[in-house]
C-alpha cells in the first residue's frame, strides 16, 4: 500500500497554481499508472483532447457510477484542455506580446498572471474534490454554484473567445495605424501613390 508521503507532495501541492502542476503532486502514483497504461495508449487517435477524454471517462467510471465521480473529472478534463489551449493562444498573441513589452519591466503582466492563477486555484480544487465526496447532483451543484464553480465553466468557454476578439481588434488596430503612418509620410491620392491618373491609365516612365 501506497503511503501518503509517496502518493501526494504537500509541498508542491501546496504552490500548484495550475491544473497540471495539481496532478503532477496529487496521487502521484494512479495518475502515473494512467498516463502509461491508459493515455499514452490511445495516441493512435492522433488526438490529444480524445485521449484525455476517454481517459477522465475511464478513471471516473473505474471511482464508481456516480455523477459526481463524472463532474469532478470532467471540470479536471476541461481545465487541462483551457490551460493547454490559453498557454498556446498567449504565446502566439500579439497583444500579449505588446503587454509584455510595455510593462514586462514593471512585472506588473507576470503579477496579474499569477493572481489569477491563484484565484483560479481556490475555485477550481474544492470543486474537484467536491463531486467526489458529494456524488448526485442535488447534494454538489447547490454548493458548487454558492462558491462559483460555474462560472469557472463559463471561463473555460468565454475567456478564450475575449481573447480572440481582443487579438483581432488589436490587429485591426495595427493596420488602422499603419494606414495612417502611411498617408502622413505620403500624403498624395491614393491613386497618384499606386501609379493611376484620373484616366484610369498608369504613369509612364520617362
Request: with cysteine; proline share 2%; charged share 15%.
Amino acid at each position: 500500500m501506497w503511503t501518503a508521503g509517496e502518493n501526494i507532495q504537500v509541498s508542491n501541492l501546496a504552490v500548484a497554481t495550475s491544473g497540471t502542476s495539481f496532478n503532477k503532486a496529487f496521487n502521484i502514483k494512479t495518475g502515473d499508472w494512467l498516463g502509461y497504461y491508459v493515455f499514452k495508449r490511445l495516441r493512435f487517435f492522433n488526438n490529444i483532447h480524445l485521449s484525455q477524454l476517454i481517459t477522465m471517462l475511464f478513471v471516473a467510471s473505474w471511482h464508481g457510477i456516480c455523477s459526481g465521480y463524472f463532474v469532478s473529472f470532467g471540470i479536471q478534463g476541461l481545465n487541462l484542455t483551457f490551460e493547454r489551449h490559453l498557454s498556446t493562444q498567449l504565446k502566439k498573441s500579439l497583444l500579449a506580446n505588446r503587454l509584455i513589452r510595455l510593462f514586462g519591466k514593471y512585472h506588473i503582466v507576470s503579477i496579474v498572471y499569477h493572481i489569477f492563477l491563484w484565484a483560479h486555484k481556490l475555485l477550481y480544487t474544492p470543486c474537484v474534490l467536491l463531486g467526489m465526496h458529494t456524488f448526485t447532483f442535488d447534494r454538489y451543484w447547490p454548493i458548487m454554484t454558492s462558491v462559483g464553480a460555474h462560472w469557472i465553466l463559463l471561463s473555460y468557454i468565454l475567456l478564450p473567445i475575449l481573447l480572440t476578439v481582443l487579438e483581432h481588434l488589436y490587429k485591426f488596430y495595427l493596420v488602422t495605424c499603419d494606414d495612417s503612418v502611411t498617408v502622413k509620410q505620403d500624403p498624395k491620392p491614393l491613386q497618384e501613390r499606386n501609379g493611376i491618373v484620373g484616366n484610369g491609365s498608369r504613369h509612364k516612365m520617362e
